[in-house]
């Protein structure tokens, strides 16, 4: 008898439970042991090689970086530069997520408001925002402000289109429908549409971290004195890469579980949402 | 004469850009009627429900809802029950039903008032056999039970008058034939009044006490060219038997009825003038131009 399903290829691949996780990990597996080895071949030729650091060398870069106070500060650095940047990265994205909300679903719902702002967001959308950087600095100072003024521009205009064409798809049906339940114009607005735009609200801002993050190293890098960002690239005058490739590699778990657990809220908030996740 | 009826219509006509879809509707339905409204498909039937709804203006003409002309936007005094989109998919089957009472009040009234309205949205509930499934989601139901919780998220608010825009329409044959029994139920017990639009003739006379035709094909008019873009008329109008049960359905006259309906009202071919429009219920009644009118002499 010829099987019809296959472990892997094809179509009508059907991996058991232990394969899809074993082929999930696979990926990683690749890139460490990749890693590894070049880094082994490295280190045969130059003992004090400093562009592929062996693990026990990023294990020191840890030790010293998360749980050994610094000298100068009296700082755990890996500490309070993630207290910093997230301090940041949260200003700014929710900042940008609260002002896209209400001005997405108000132009949404609103023909008045629409003409006056779709095209203006519109146009905000496509300024470069990190060629605006210096008129922030200037204008916000290099301090905390001025870097959460960059995320907030970069990713509000996004998440206010996103929320505007979100709610442009809900059906006039349920609007009229609405009304004719004694809902005031208003209460369409806030107490009909907005709850329903929410978990829309969660899946935007998933998308726009990458680009909020991108934003914060970036103006970390150009001008301060704490934050992730700014580490990296001050230990790259020393050609640190040990403390770079943790720092990269933290960032990116921080950045990880951010999305999971703005995931994870959709399903447990939101069970409505995305029926066919459920089953 | 006008404030008799709880719905009057004189003359409406709407146009979309050049098209004209309605042309001269007079209507007038008495409080109480279970009124159906068939005929071809793109006639219009959907425009008219929009337009007495509230959700589009019409180009001319008047309308009175319980002889007042200021209820230009959708509002609580008429309920609406899509074929689609009825339901809130965000919120369970419960809070579906007791929104429309939650809704009018400042939330802050709403979240103490709480308990008696979920007793109230529970009986409404029950009434169309869903109690159970009071905390599920809309899109865990079948398409009819869908349909019937937006018949009672309609009912709680009791509207003067209940829209239906082919609420049966996506439904399949059995679950569509309780779905009927039960509206008759519902419209008995409640004394409502319905305007109910469907694409489906035996429908329209199983279940209405009125039926009115609409069609874009009769002779005469406002425009000069016959048998091309006309705007849609009522091109007949009968008061029907009430049915008590599905048998009604298998009898000659029912079939018989059915077969007149559709040759006044489907086929392009059968032209009546204006003039000669089968308006048969005592409350119908046609504007006519002097023209049209100097064709009946």
């Not at chain 1, 045969?44 to 100068?72: V, W, Y």
């Amino acid at each position: 008898m010829k099987k019809d399903k296959t472990w892997f290829r094809g179509l009508h691949a059907a991996p058991p439970h232990w394969l899809r996780l074993l082929l999930a990990i696979l990926p990683f597996m690749l890139l460490v042991a990749f890693y590894l080895t070049a880094s082994h071949i490295r280190h045969t030729e130059n003992p004090q090689d400093k562009l592929l650091p062996t693990i026990t060398k990023m294990g020191n870069a840890i030790k010293k970086t998360a749980f050994t106070e610094d000298k100068r500060t009296g700082k755990y650095l890996l500490w309070s530069d993630t207290f910093s940047s997230l301090k940041r990265l949260l200003a700014g994205i929710s900042m940008a997520a609260a002002s896209g909300f209400l001005l997405g679903l108000n132009m949404g719902l609103l023909p008045g408001l629409r003409s006056m702002l779709l095209a203006f967001i519109t146009f905000l959308a496509n300024v470069p925002p990190l060629a605006i950087l210096p008129i922030l600095f200037i204008s916000f100072g290099v301090g905390e402000l001025g870097k959460i003024m960059l995320i907030f521009l970069g990713t509000f205009p996004l998440i206010t289109r996103d929320i505007y064409l979100a709610v442009r798809k809900i059906p006039q049906n349920m609007i009229v429908k609405s009304l004719t339940l004694g809902a005031s114009q208003a209460g369409v607005i806030y107490r009909v549409i907005m709850p329903q735009i929410l978990p829309r609200l969660i899946e935007t801002v998933r998308l726009s971290l990458g680009a909020a993050w991108l934003f914060l190293i970036a103006s970390e890098a150009i001008a301060s004195q704490s934050g992730l960002g700014y580490r990296i690239f001050l230990v790259r005058r020393y050609l640190s890469m040990d403390v770079i490739i943790v720092y990269v590699a933290w960032i990116t778990l921080i950045a990880f579980s951010i999305d999971l657990i703005l995931r994870k809220c959709i399903t447990w908030v939101f069970p409505w949402y995305n029926p066919k996740m459920e089953r | 004469m006008s404030d008799a009826y709880l719905l009057y219509l004189e003359d409406i006509q709407k146009t979309y850009g050049d098209k004209l879809v309605l042309a001269d509707i007079d209507l007038a339905v008495k409080q109480g009627e279970f009124c159906t409204v068939v005929g071809p498909s793109g006639c219009g039937k959907s425009t008219l429900l929009r337009l007495i709804l509230g959700q589009e203006q019409p180009t001319s003409g008047k309308l009175l809802i319980n002889g007042r002309a200021d209820v230009l936007h959708p509002s609580p005094e008429r309920g609406i029950v899509y074929q689609r989109y009825s339901l809130f998919p965000h919120l369970k089957i419960i809070d579906n039903i007791m929104i429309g009472l939650i809704l009018p009040l400042p939330f802050w009234k709403g979240i103490f008032k709480k308990k008696i309205i979920r007793k109230e949205a529970l009986h409404y509930l029950e009434q169309v056999q869903l109690a159970e499934h009071a905390h599920k989601y809309p899109h865990q139901l079948s398409g009819g039970m869908r349909q019937r919780v937006a018949i009672a998220q309609a009912l709680i608010k009791k509207p003067q008058i209940l829209l239906m825009d082919e609420p049966f329409g996506a439904l399949d044959p059995g679950t569509r034939e309780s779905m009927q029994m039960l509206i008759i139920e519902l419209w008995e017990r409640h004394n409502m009044t319905i305007f109910f639009v469907t694409h489906d003739l035996e429908e329209a006379v199983f279940l209405g006490s009125r039926i009115i035709v609409m069609s874009q094909y009769y002779l005469g008019g406002s425009e000069k060219t016959d048998g091309q873009a006309k705007g849609a008329r009522i091109v007949s109008d009968h008061s029907l038997e009430k049915a008590s049960s599905t048998h009604y359905k298998e009898s000659d006259e029912f079939g018989k009825f059915i077969q007149q309906i559709r040759k006044e009202g489907m086929d392009p071919a059968y032209l009546q003038h204006v003039t000669q429009f089968n308006l048969q219920h005592r409350d119908s009644f046609q504007t006519l131009t002097s023209e049209e009118r100097a064709v009946l002499q």
